[in-house]
């Protein structure tokens, strides 16, 4: 199994109490996911969450893995001990922010 290794997403700014899809499973190619970042800007503190969406479905509660609280100007990052593995079509990483704009980029690798 090949993998391509480095950024899965480029930097995707997610405005207050938004959601966004950022990295998607296509044609059953396995997403191994590492890292996510989530910048706030300056100027106020905000929340970022993580959502694990199976199956197209969509960003709610119960797909939700992480809540981080990000100060003004403050990067935090989110890396499991082991890969998230997207391993079916339409299997997704969505990211939403609280109160103020997030900014957020995934690293991983996909399958070749």
Do not use: W
């Amino acid at each position: 199994m090949a993998l391509t290794r480095g950024k899965l997403s480029n930097v995707v700014v997610v405005g207050a109490a938004s959601t966004a899809g950022i990295v998607t499973c296509a044609s059953s190619k396995k997403v191994y996911v590492k890292s996510v970042l989530a910048h706030a800007g300056t100027g106020a503190s905000t929340s970022a969450d993580i959502y694990f969406i199976p199956n197209a479905g969509t960003a709610t509660s119960d797909t939700r893995i992480a809540r981080m609280d990000v100060l003004p100007g403050e990067t935090v990052f989110f890396e499991p001990s082991y890969p998230l593995v997207l391993d079916t079509t339409g299997d997704q990483i969505s990211v939403g922010a609280g109160e103020s704009t997030c900014n957020f980029i995934v690293t991983g690798d996909v399958e070749s």
